[in-house]
């Protein structure tokens, strides 16, 4: 009667925690919209274009073991869209400190591979080197605290995408032949990101530069206040730095010496610094099925959340968008797309975000298209090609070449076209959306197709055939070959 009682007990608790926990869920999702929305807002006024610019990047500093390079935040298309970019590149054994931001981070590994590290918070290091398990059990305390133990370590290599929640610090090391270079977006405008548009990035060691920082607000403010905050940005130095020594001696339970060596005040490698001796860490090595098992698993999963077994602790955090064999568009003339978002990497639905990866063959297409959800922010990574803009009122914002390691935003709604030079074209586009939708202007899915034969009719004051051939002359769908009839347009 007793265990009756008790079982009948924890169902309805379990029933009642379920509920509660899905309620809780519920609000915050809405919530989070809400605020996404409030942020995204506080952006249209600078999303009146009259010209788009394809941008290489503003600012360069340089650090013991690579280089950083920064986009100009204060451009329109960046704040129209709310986002910083910015790029690393890093040399053989450099470390990229560790350091954590306001806003959700989003990272294409352009080239190379490494390591990555990502400390969350509350989660266990679970991560033990080999001689944690001795057979020696009696071994002393000592010892025991000698053995390394951390979280997860990633290995990342080229084409993989990362994705960081806002406040989670992370690092990098390039334990390969070739420089590591990452591509990443930060998304100023998030939900996530309750301090200003000006992205800030907090240092765990080092002395980071003044030029790392953001210089949107000192652009905005008048020229004394701006100098004001400059003097202040040549002071910068990790967040150690800041505190009272006595205080981090007693925190860590250490001598002030070593919280001395901590503050890293005469440090002047940068933020990127070269590792002596091969970097020591304990990370599995991932083998090329291990990696075919766990998509399998998110795929029989639906790429979803129950909402209560997977946490930050265990959620994946990287996707590999570079393999043909995933493509989600292919065309053995043409090209391929591949798109990586919250349902195939699940914590995107946390931080709001996602990417397309596109590979254009020599001289073939993507087919004319706007974003229905999200602005568009193309990163360029080989080749070269033409693209065009076209806003609400029918003019062109940007129509010109573009090349590698430019970034261009194609904003909601403004339609765009790619065609892809005689060395191809490729391009990686970070969208402001956790599930972003395109509506496709041509080919077999277009909005053109959807329409009826009489409404283009009389919209275009054309014939039927007319109409037909718009409507079926392309039967590819969002890369197109080029065919006879484009370049018979031309000549």
């Known amino acids: 009667m007793g265990s009756s009682c008790l079982l009948s007990l924890t169902f309805c608790f379990l029933v009642l925690f379920n509920c509660c926990f899905a309620q809780i869920e519920q609000v915050t999702s809405q919530r989070g919209q809400q605020q996404q929305g409030k942020r995204r807002s506080q952006q249209q006024n600078e999303c009146q274009f009259d010209r788009i610019k394809a941008l290489e990047p503003a600012r360069r500093i340089k650090s013991e073991a690579g280089v950083t390079e920064i986009w100009d935040e204060n451009d329109q298309q960046f704040q129209c869209a709310g986002v910083v970019v910015i790029r690393h590149t890093i040399k053989q054994q450099g470390l990229l400190l560790p350091s954590y931001s306001n806003t959700p981070k989003f990272i294409y590994v352009d080239q ?23 057979r020696d059990r009696r071994e002393s305390s000592e010892d025991q605290q000698q053995k390394d133990q951390h979280q997860k370590v990633r290995q990342v290599r080229e084409g993989d995408v990362v994705a960081l929640p806002a406040g989670v610090a992370d690092w990098f090391y390039n334990n390969g032949d070739s420089p590591l270079v990452l591509v990443q977006l930060l998304d100023t405008s998030n939900a996530a990101n309750q301090l200003d548009q000006d992205f800030r990035k907090f240092f765990l060691a080092g002395n980071p530069q003044q030029e790392l920082q953001s210089q949107r607000s000192s652009n905005q403010r008048g020229q004394h206040e701006g100098e004001s905050r400059r003097g202040q940005q040549e002071r910068y130095r990790n967040l150690f730095g800041g505190f009272d020594e006595r205080l981090l001696a007693e925190a860590f339970n250490v001598d002030t010496k070593l919280v001395r060596r901590m503050r890293n005040e ?7 610094v070269q590792v002596q001796h091969e970097l020591q860490v304990v990370s599995p090595q991932e083998s090329r099925e291990e990696e075919e098992r766990e998509r399998e698993h998110q795929r029989r999963q639906g790429g979803g959340s129950n909402g209560l077994e997977e946490s930050f602790c265990t959620a994946r955090l990287k996707h590999n968008i570079n393999n043909p064999e995933d493509a989600d568009v292919f065309n053995p003339q043409a090209g391929r797309l591949t798109t990586v978002n919250s349902l195939n990497l699940p914590i995107l639905r946390h931080i709001q975000l996602s990417a397309q990866r596109g590979v254009l063959y020599p001289n073939a297409m993507m087919t004319p298209n706007w974003n229905i959800n999200a602005h568009s922010i193309c990163y360029i990574t080989r080749g070269s090609g033409r693209i065009q803009i076209v806003g609400d009122n029918g003019q062109a914002v940007f129509d010109g070449q573009v090349q590698e390691g430019q970034v261009i935003t194609a904003p909601q709604n403004f339609a765009v076209v790619k065609k892809a030079g005689s060395q191809g074209l490729e391009w990686v586009s970070f969208k402001t959306n956790d599930n972003a939708q395109i509506s496709q202007m041509a080919g077999r899915v277009s909005v053109i197709r959807a329409i009826p034969e009489d409404v283009l009719v009389n919209a275009f004051q054309i014939t039927r055939e007319d109409v037909r051939k718009l409507k079926n002359n392309r039967d590819e769908v969002s890369v197109f070959s080029s065919s006879q009839e484009s370049r018979r347009g031309r000549d």
């Open 112 to 134: 190379g591979r490494g390591f990555h590290g990502a400390a969350i918070p509350g989660c266990p290091e679970t991560f033990q080197s080999s001689g944690q398990n001795s």
């Open 266 to 272: 005469n440090d002047n490698r940068g933020i990127i």
